[in-house]
């Protein structure tokens, strides 16, 4: 058996790991099918496929507009991308609860002013540092990041999350070298309606602040304090609010900065766009590596060709089932090719 991601010394015996915690998760999309509310939807984006995953009744027109049509029978068959076997051991989940169930308790907390959550950021680094890294090191969300900073990040948690019947010791974490460059910014939407579509995205864009939309949060989390990425980096237009906001460094209590739903609204619309972009520059390269595969002239399809295979993908014929689904894409790509094979 593997060992454990974030000890590293004992078996990753544990099954059913949450790689984002349930408690944000329930909120950006429903798992287990039990609630009327699980109108949202999560994203998942990688360069090279369309990887999207989905509460169980999305909103169709919504989902319809980025990824064609999608039946009942796709959604049964969605296994959840963010709940893994053998990634933890069971003590180290436990450890992880343990910091969940602490920043859980913030959640009801909301003002329209900044306004303290209610726990301290020694906490709040521990949570957020816990989240990205495990998104990171699953590596199915889109973006990961560099060696060094998931060691960092491991490190960090591994040093101070207390082990099973331990009390955390802020003392400890607050004279750590390991942390006092570290420093994080939250901004949240204070007035977002329940059913709104959530997000799960790691902005791609960002490499030293982090850059996470998760649920009605944006986090920007920076392992060097720096947040300056955000002054020549466009982050969907909402970079004088996360520059505004307060900056949260170890030593203190969390404050969160609140905005209004139609800057939620706003932006969302901007991530829709971008998924789509990422979603057409992922089939231009997969385009391209079939051409070379099939023999032709260069290392890239021509143009013309690429717009035929798209004409067909998005036809209206394919309106029933996942138009964008790998299958009918690969469907698709060989019947246009086909007609110009030799
Ligand atoms: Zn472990």
Redesign the pocket.
């Known amino acids: 058996m593997d060992k454990?991601n974030?000890?590293k010394?004992?078996d990753a015996d544990k099954t059913g790991s949450h790689i984002v915690p349930h408690f944000l998760l329930k909120r950006i999309e429903n798992i287990d099918g039990k609630t009327d509310r699980d109108y949202e939807i999560g994203y998942k984006i990688e360069r090279l496929k369309s990887a999207s995953h989905f509460g169980r009744s999305v909103q169709p027109e919504r989902l319809e507009e980025t990824f064609g049509e999608i039946t009942d029978e796709d959604i049964d068959k969605n296994k959840h991308p963010l709940v893994v076997d053998n990634f933890?051991?069971s003590?180290?989940e436990e450890r992880l609860a343990h910091i969940e169930g602490i920043y859980s308790q913030t959640i009801e907390t909301i003002e329209k002013t900044e306004y303290e959550s209610g726990i301290s950021t020694s906490n709040g680094i521990l949570f957020w540092a816990s989240v990205l890294w495990r998104l990171s090191v699953h590596g199915e969300s889109g973006v990961k990041l560099t060696a060094v900073q998931n060691e960092l990040l491991r490190v960090i948690l591994d040093s101070f999350l207390p082990a099973k019947n331990e009390k955390f010791n802020e003392k400890l974490i607050a004279e750590s070298d390991l942390v006092k460059e570290l420093s994080y910014k939250i901004i949240r939407c204070h007035n977002c309606v329940q059913d709104e579509a959530k997000w799960l995205l790691f902005h791609p864009d960002f490499y030293d602040s982090l850059c996470l939309f998760i649920d009605e949060f944006v986090v920007a989390f920076s392992l060097s304090g720096q947040h300056d990425e955000f002054n020549t980096k466009d982050c969907f237009g909402i970079n004088d609010l996360i520059l505004d906001a307060p900056v949260n460094i170890i030593g203190g209590n969390e404050v969160i900065k609140p905005f209004d739903r139609s800057i939620f609204i706003e932006f969302s619309k901007k991530i829709v766009d971008m998924v789509k972009d990422v979603y057409v520059g992922g089939l231009d390269e997969f385009f391209d590596e079939v051409h070379v595969a099939a023999g032709g002239k260069g290392d890239k399809m021509p143009a013309e060709l690429k717009q035929e295979i798209m004409a067909e993908i998005t036809s209206d014929e394919k309106k029933n089932g996942r138009k964008y689904s790998q299958d009918e894409i690969v469907k698709s790509t060989y019947e246009v090719m086909k007609k110009y094979a030799p």
């Open positions: 454990c974030l000890c010394n004992n933890l051991c003590d180290c």
